[in-house]
């Protein structure tokens, strides 16, 4: 059984730790390029989501790689993603390449038993600590991008702390102890404070990014939007990572679900009910980092994307009720890096006036 | 003499399957129901509003505007589920919040939760509330729904096949090819050139459902496991039809995954499977273009 798995962000990082711990033998699809995007727009439907095609992408060079088990999610819907990997299996098996899929639905049940399916031999003390690793890394990579996005717009020389991320990545991936995992991220933590030397009395805009997790994490698909915006001195939030992810639908951990709450709440007056995916919270942490005068909010999404587009048809209301302007950027396999800079850099200048002005 | 409360419905997403049991529902319930006309150009304009939506719901929003001012409720519930372990689609979920976001002055929304995906209480919860909205009790509420749902019938349900026509398999959302401005009358074009037409309402649930049982993974969309259940039983049945024509709305989310679905089928079982996609910008002459190359097709493949 040779595994691999779709990339988003960081995520390869976690799951090649929880897989190789689990004892089994990784093969990671090639980093996103081009050619992904070509493999997997000329064998997905044409009207279906980018992140189908991407990470259909993934699985064709990953089994050309030598993987013959690929993991991957399912869902419940009502978004599309639950019923990705059913497709692509039968895609994947129309160009004629064996393989075993592994679908985790969100159920313990399955999650055990496709654990058991991945690791037969290991006790569970042995997948315990396989686990705990990999959630780690999830943390700590997390932990340590935040910090680098706050670090970013405020730093002299430009390109010292994505060089830090870089080197904090590389020691997470190699990292197989705890203590070795928390000796880097410390280590990284420190560096990021002491050693970057910051722009004396900046202010810079504050924006955050809402919307459709894929996107948002994965930069080859929203053309490097976070790093972009810190380099055009902007710090960046994002509202969704993939520990929120976890620790919220997976594990259901009671602060995230206070949490959950708290923002339907907040969602309630301009969208009564979950619509899938993230569209829920779009909204949500629209109203909310309004309330906490942050300058704007970039809303991204791939096109035709189900939750986001009915999000984005309300955006515009609470945009004006809460009084923050609102981006929508939906990507898809044309989306153009001039095209999205120009858009950012506009929004840029609107949101410099309006803090010049004082409009708010 | 007092005046009864006007209640607009839309004719548009899932008035196709209910709007006669809502309407009958509200009527028994003492109000003077006023439906939207059949689609138009103009209702195609007003739907514009939105952006990125799909055709259907540009329509649903079109006709809203073409009702709100006449009416004193609008009747537009979320039904979010109509069975167990099943959704509707995103965007029929959060059509009440769309209309709200982008029609100022909007009558008040009868915009009760319909939820069957765990149990059916929501459905009584929801008649109850709405008769509530009207002034009426529970009890008489009750009885109304019960009297609409036992009078409804609007689609047709079942087919009567002539041996010696072709059969095609028109397969799509009823908002699609049951409105006439949006299927640009597909169901009697096929007809006049001779077709015999079934649609997805024309096969039991029973059969729809026990066909789908080959896909590996059930489809949590009720319309798109009623499609894809049809789709599979018309090609897999002892006189399987001639062909299939999926029709779909240009950015319809579950139909991009379930046309490939029945694509894959129809391939394997070498059925001609034909994948029209329609938006607002769709012109007749080209759709009646690629209609006739298809049906042409059909009648070559018969006589060779």
Same mark, same amino acid.
């Given at each position: ?173 190699? @990292? ?68 929120? #992810? ?9 602060? #995230? ?16 009910? #979950? ?35 009915? @999000? ?18 939906? #990507? ?29 | ?29 003492? $109000?003077?129901?006023?439906? $939207? ?46 069975? $167990? ?52 009790? $529970? ?166």
């Amino acid at each position: 059984m040779i595994i691999s798995f779709p990339h988003m962000g960081a995520l390869s990082i976690v799951l090649q730790a929880l897989f190789t711990s689990l004892g089994r033998k990784v093969i990671l699809p090639p980093a996103i390029s081009k050619r992904t995007l070509e493999l997997g727009v000329k064998y997905s439907p044409e009207a279906v989501c980018l992140p189908f095609k991407i990470t259909l992408g993934n699985f064709i060079e990953a089994l050309d790689q030598g993987a013959n088990t690929i993991v991957t999610c399912g869902g419940v819907g009502p978004c599309r993603l639950g019923y990705y990997a059913e497709v692509q299996k039968g895609i994947l098996q129309g160009l004629g390449y064996e393989f075993e899929m592994i679908i985790i639905e969100p159920n313990l049940v399955n999650i055990i038993n496709n654990v058991h399916r991945i690791a037969p031999k290991h006790s569970l003390r042995e997948i315990y600590s396989a686990f705990r690793l990999a959630l780690a890394k999830m943390n700590a990579l997390d932990s340590i991008q935040r910090k680098v996005q706050t670090v970013r717009p405020r730093e002299i020389t430009r390109g010292a702390s994505d060089a830090l991320w870089k080197t904090a990545m590389d020691e997470i991936n190699t @990292a197989d102890t705890i203590p070795a995992l928390r000796t880097a991220w410390y280590d990284a933590e420190h560096k990021l404070d002491q050693e970057v030397k910051l722009k004396a009395g900046v202010n810079p805009l504050r924006i955050g990014v809402v919307g459709e997790i894929y996107v948002m994490l994965e930069p080859f698909v929203n053309l490097d939007l976070v790093r972009r915006l810190g380099q055009m001195g902007v710090e960046v939030h994002t509202t969704m990572q993939l520990s929120n #992810y976890v620790n919220g639908h997976l594990f259901r951990k009671s602060e #995230y679900l206070e949490l959950f709450k708290h923002l339907t709440n907040l969602a309630r007056p301009y969208l009564g009910h #979950y619509v899938g995916g993230h569209g829920l919270k779009s909204i949500a942490y629209t109203v909310h980092m309004g309330q906490q005068n942050y300058d704007g909010m970039i809303h991204v999404f791939p096109f035709t994307c189900m939750p986001e587009v009915v @999000a984005k048809n309300i955006l515009p209301k609470v945009s004006n009720d809460v009084n923050i302007p609102v981006l929508s950027l939906a #990507y898809d396999e044309q989306s153009g890096e001039a095209g999205v800079v120009t858009r950012l850099e506009a929004f840029i200048d609107l949101l410099e006036y309006r803090r010049s002005t004082n409009t708010y | 003499m007092v005046l009864a409360v006007r209640i607009g419905l839309p004719r548009g997403l899932l008035y196709y399957q209910y709007g006669l049991v809502w309407e009958n529902f509200l009527r028994e319930l003492g $109000a003077e129901v006023v439906v $939207a006309g059949d689609t138009t150009k103009a209702t195609l304009d007003h739907g514009s509003v939105l952006d990125e939506v799909c055709l259907p719901v540009k329509v649903y929003f079109g006709h809203v505007y073409e009702l709100y001012k006449k009416v004193d409720y609008l009747f537009s519930p979320r039904v979010i589920s109509v069975a $167990a372990g099943q959704y509707t689609c995103p965007k029929i979920i959060g059509m009440p919040d769309m209309l709200r976001s982008n029609i100022d002055n909007l009558p008040p929304v009868i915009n009760v939760n319909v939820n069957l995906r765990q149990n059916n209480r929501s459905l009584y919860e929801a008649i109850v509330s709405v008769g509530r909205t009207l002034g009426r009790g $529970a009890i008489p509420s009750l009885y109304a729904w019960y009297r609409a749902w036992k009078h409804r019938h609007q689609l047709p349900t079942a087919y009567q096949s002539d041996i010696k026509r072709q059969r095609i398999g028109l397969i799509g959302h009823s908002y699609i090819i049951y409105d006439r401005q949006i299927s640009m009358n597909i169901i009697n074009k096929l007809r006049d050139i001779g077709f015999d037409v079934i649609t997805p309402e024309m096969v039991s649930n029973r059969q729809a459902t026990a066909a789908a049982k080959v896909l590996g993974k059930k489809i949590f969309w009720s319309n798109s496991h009623h499609m894809a259940g049809a789709a599979l039983a018309l090609m897999q049945s002892a006189q399987p039809v001639n062909g299939l024509i999926f029709m779909t709305s240009f950015s319809c989310g579950p139909d991009a995954l379930i046309g490939e679905l029945i694509n894959q089928r129809a391939q394997s079982l070498n059925i001609p499977c034909l994948l029209l996609t329609v938006d607002e910008h769709t012109a007749e002459a080209g759709f009646i273009t690629r209609l006739e190359a298809f049906t042409d097709m059909l009648v070559r493949r018969k006589r060779s």
